[in-house]
């Protein structure tokens, strides 16, 4: 699917006599997160960059519900690739956790972030640390995120029982700024806060609640997917420093992605210096093979391979494509 000239076009097109057209472009669908989440945006900037650099596709950005519908989609060819977090998706790899007994063949394009989960709540609902969220109305992120799914179980594991609040990220602001929620998880983008939160601060002051030192190593040793990391201060405007835990912002595909169009694709991210950058800030200087090496945890597209390999990459043997 998601090709053009589709089987059945061009079943129409031979019952007609009518050739078809020379110049059919292939159609790439991306899958993103919600549309008010920075990281949409980014999917956006991707998606321009490929249909400038990669002659012959027409490539267009979904709206999702991020990383755990993304695999969803991978895995009926609905999309053919998208955001998925390091974590996640090497759960669904490995038929772990959520995933098991319903694992995802997915590949890794490129990882190009990391992200803190940032545990946000109102200056004015007198939670000062995490144990405080227990029993209060609070959002662990995105329904269907892996933000979602890793803030439960991380909440689990730390003896922390929310009223947990569920929506897309727009409905969970409004409810944050009404104070029908005291707060939510909202993936940083990079040390800084996302957007989302950047708006309920404007005319709500928040507060990034902290990890303190038992629940670091509770976390460390109990999650061995996750990085417990420790954010500077300046996240956003009179935010101290923090620690909280992390996984990778990637882009997986499907399996069927063709190696070409993956060498193509990852050819343009990989060589791109400025309209990713200019989409997440945060990107800006980043070294994207330096990090797909280091926070990759599926194995890498066979098209993406041989990209790196002919820059001279050395890829370690967990990202090394299946034979």
């Avoid at 549309?35 to 900037?45: E, H, L, P, R, W």
């Avoid at 490539?59 to 690739?81: H, K, P, Y």
């Amino acid at each position: 699917m998601m090709r053009t000239p589709t089987l059945a076009a061009l079943a129409v097109a031979a019952a007609l006599g009518i050739a078809a057209p020379a110049n059919a472009q292939t159609k790439l669908l991306i899958g993103a997160t919600s549309a008010s989440s920075s990281q949409y945006g980014y999917f956006v900037a991707v998606s321009q960059l490929i249909n400038e650099k990669v002659p012959g596709v027409d490539s267009a950005v979904v709206e999702t519900g991020a990383t755990v519908d993304n695999l969803r989609r991978i895995a009926r060819n609905q999309i053919d690739f998208g955001l998925v977090t390091t974590n996640v998706g090497f759960h669904a790899y490995a038929g772990e956790g959520d995933f098991k007994d319903r694992k995802v063949e997915n590949v890794l394009l490129w990882v190009y972030a990391p992200a803190p989960q940032n545990v946000i709540v109102r200056a004015d609902s007198g939670v000062t640390d995490i144990a405080g969220l227990a029993g209060k109305r609070f959002n662990p992120g995105l329904k269907g995120s892996a933000t979602e799914k890793t803030a439960e179980s991380v909440f689990k594991a730390l003896g922390i029982a929310p009223d947990y609040v569920r929506g897309s990220t727009t409905d969970i602001v409004d409810a944050v700024k009404d104070n029908r929620a005291i707060g939510y998880v909202k993936s940083g983008a990079g040390n800084r806060l996302d957007g989302s939160t950047l708006d309920i601060a404007t005319m709500t002051p928040v507060r990034v609640l902290s990890l303190t030192p038992e629940q670091q190593k509770t976390i460390a040793t109990t999650f061995p997917d996750l990085s417990v990391v420790n954010v500077p201060a300046g996240a956003a405007d009179g935010v101290p420093a923090y620690t909280t835990w992390s996984f990778g912002l990637a882009v997986h595909a499907r399996p069927g992605l063709s190696d070409d169009l993956a060498y193509k694709i990852a050819k343009a991210a990989f060589e791109d210096t400025t309209v990713q950058a200019a989409a997440l800030s945060e990107m800006k200087g980043a070294d994207l093979i330096k990090l797909t090496i280091e926070n990759g945890t599926v194995p890498l597209h066979p098209g993406v391979a041989r990209y790196l390999k002919e820059r001279g990459v050395t890829i370690p043997e967990k990202l090394q494509p299946k034979s």
